[in-house]
């Protein structure tokens, strides 16, 4: 799944960054928030490097901003790895939000001044259980939208119910998801974390799932299955060969194809890359499960931690397949487009011949009294002959500011033309890790006239060094690794000055092959496209 662009590559347009005067190696950075769909009273904020505890838990020091306003923070609590910082809100958030901090001072750095959008996860976070059990209930904490830390008691997940938390989606027919477990702490020598399948939210339900126990606990990997509603919990027929040992966590896997799952884990070392097969078995599910992550202490009264990474899932949602009418008025010099917003958001591609397509990057408009209502206006001067225009799935559109969509889309690799480039090592001058560089293939991004457009991989994860090559219509180049920073990302600027299709921008990205020290190759790197 790594190397079929699953986690380590996603598209991403945000708000950009409002960063204080200095070097930039000497700031405390705020670079993501995050919350859950249904624990929309708290955000999660991440920093790098690590803040002070100090300055992270004053009040003051934040505000966050939705569509109708300001909204009260009340409680601010950094967690132990010094970077997370949760923000407990006095009222729910809408889908996005901003949150601008001021005056968090990293532990070696000056003061960070920023601003950064987030918005609401796709994916739900539930205990499974009954009355009483888990006990603690649970609790979770993302900064990162692929990234959560789960605290949680529950008496276990097996036999012929399951107390635990879960952290999921719905997907219908195969799936595809891979994680990498960090952390595991032992509230009992059978507290466990990993990837679970299940048909319901119901205690009994059928389910499936491979998961770690603790290292100084059980300490292995194991795979168990309910095939039926209220039945028993068991590896067999189900676990192939012995159990393998959880020393140390790595990453998970867990697929279906048609009725056959499989678990597997990481081989240790390969970075999510190299698989080991845990298990393989044959169930009649339901087409539609619920797929996610599941912790379990273990215990009653005795919460056991877990935290994840680079959580992801390949595989078609409910609504994918809904499509939106589109409705076209003249408007002056400019074509509106209008459509309603189903469950999974469209952008616009346009042709002037039907075969090759390109993407605008055109403001998406949130209308103001219906926040399902999009609309688009393009200048009819864009194209000087046939313009053929269509819908394109993506997985969100993002608002810039949060009032209103405009230039952000979030596109990835299971809705949209990315494939990875594997046939050199280099990308411009630098040696990059080619199993990782990825190309933008399916169309172009288009830009009106006059637009600064520009490219940045600034919002991937802080290990990640990148080299960032984008091209225009005429096949010239322009390349930065932002060496000179300090902080391993890149950023490449274009100027939009043709009156027509022309004005077409296409990129590749890639990891470094020479890494700084801690370096991760399957880090996440997000390519921010803003104009």
Same mark, same amino acid.
């Given at each position: ?31 993501? @928030? ?16 690590? @803040? ?126 891979? +994680? ?100 393989? +078995? ?48 003249? /408007? ?35 209308? @103001? ?36 969509? +405009? ?87 274009? +100027? ?7 004005? /077409? ?27």
């Amino acid at each position: 799944m790594k190397t079929n662009l699953q986690t380590l590559y996603r598209l991403l347009a945000l708000l950009g960054l409002g960063l204080s005067v200095g070097p930039q190696s000497a700031r405390a950075e705020l670079v993501s @928030v995050n919350s859950i769909t249904n624990s929309a009273t708290t955000i999660g904020v991440y920093f790098d490097p690590p @803040v002070t505890s100090f300055s992270a838990t004053n009040l003051a020091n934040y505000t966050v901003l939705m569509n109708t306003g300001a909204v009260s923070v009340v409680d601010a609590t950094l967690q132990t790895n010094g970077q997370f910082v949760a923000l407990t809100l006095a009222t729910p958030i809408g889908e996005f939000f901003s949150v601008s901090a001021s005056n968090v001072v990293g532990v070696t750095s000056a003061t960070n001044n920023a601003t950064v959008l987030g918005y609401i996860s796709d994916y739900s976070s539930d205990d499974v259980g009954v009355l009483g059990d888990p006990d603690p209930a649970g609790q979770v904490f993302t900064a990162h939208g692929d990234s959560f830390e789960v605290t949680v008691g529950g008496s276990d997940i097996g036999g012929v119910s399951d107390a635990f938390h879960f952290i999921y989606e719905p997907i219908v027919g195969d799936f595809d998801m891979t +994680t990498l477990v960090t952390r595991l702490d032992l509230a009992d020598p059978e507290s466990k974390a990993g990837l679970m399948a299940r048909e319901s939210m119901a205690p009994d339900s059928a389910s499936l799932q491979t998961f770690f126990t603790p290292t100084a606990g059980s300490n292995d990997v194991q795979v168990a299955v309910r095939a039926t509603t209220g039945g028993a919990t068991t590896d067999a027929g189900f676990q192939i060969g012995a159990r393998a040992s959880a020393t140390p966590l790595r990453w998970l896997r867990l697929s279906r194809t048609n009725d056959t799952f499989t678990a597997y884990q990481g081989i240790s070392g390969s970075n999510g890359v190299i698989w080991a097969v845990s298990g393989v +078995t044959t169930q009649a599910f339901a087409t539609n499960l619920l797929v996610g992550m599941a912790v379990t202490a273990h215990t009653f009264g005795i919460p056991t931690t877990a935290d994840f990474s680079d959580f992801e899932i390949s595989g078609a949602r409910p609504g994918d397949t809904i499509l939106p009418t589109v409705t076209a008025a003249l /408007a002056g010099t400019n074509l509106t487009l209008n459509w309603l917003r189903t469950p999974r958001d469209f952008a616009v591609e346009a042709s002037t011949n039907l075969t090759d397509w390109a993407l605008f990057l055109l403001p998406i408009i949130e209308g @103001v009294t219906n926040s399902n209502q999009r609309s688009m206006q393009i200048p009819l001067a864009l194209a000087t002959n046939h313009l053929y225009l269509r819908l394109i799935r993506v997985k969100r559109l993002i608002p810039d500011p949060p009032l209103l969509l +405009t230039t952000g889309i979030i596109l990835s690799p299971d809705c949209y033309g990315l494939s990875p480039t594997t046939s050199a090592g280099s990308l411009c001058t630098y040696a990059v890790r080619a199993a990782y560089a990825y190309a933008q293939t399916s169309g172009l991004i288009i830009a009106p006239k006059g637009t600064l457009v520009t490219f940045t991989t600034f919002d991937s994860d802080q290990t990640v060094d990148t080299v960032l090559q984008v091209n225009n219509a005429a096949g010239a180049s322009t390349c930065n690794d932002n060496v000179a920073t300090g902080n391993y990302k890149s950023k490449v600027l274009q +100027t939009a000055t043709a009156n027509n299709l022309e004005n /077409a921008f296409s990129f590749v990205v890639a990891p470094k092959k020479n890494p700084p020290t801690g370096y991760a190759s399957t880090g996440v790197i997000r390519v921010t496209i803003t104009y």
